[in-house]
């Protein structure tokens, strides 16, 4: 199960994104949970995230998003906002998979 973790500003403008994401894992075979947050909340679940992907409206909160993520040994990164404007499920799953290893 890869458990994979999207901030963003409110954790509503990512909701269609997940839904993308998910039926792009289902498509490809690989059990995930897929879960978006607000900024707010972020540090707080990466204890329950393989990795965490922040919205591109956010990348100014990667440095403080950083330590948290190294600290519980998770890899981060900012999503690309031509795949978050055009969500693009399959590109962002690919990322997050891609920075667990995985792909």
Do not use: H
């Not at 997940?18 to 039926?23: H, T």
């Not at 409206?57 to 999503?79: C, H, T, W």
């Amino acid at each position: 199960m890869k458990n994979i973790l999207l901030a963003c500003s409110a954790g509503m403008s990512t909701s269609l994104l997940v839904s993308k994401m998910e039926e792009a894992a289902q498509a490809k075979g690989v059990e995930t949970k897929i879960w978006a947050v607000a900024q707010d909340k972020a540090e707080s679940e990466m204890e329950n995230a393989d990795v965490l992907l922040i919205g591109p409206q956010m990348r100014f909160m990667k440095n403080k998003y950083s330590k948290v993520a190294k600290e519980a040994g998770i890899p981060l990164d900012v999503i690309d906002p031509v795949a978050y404007g055009r969500v693009d499920g399959e590109a962002v799953l690919n990322k997050a998979l891609e920075l667990m290893g995985e792909k």
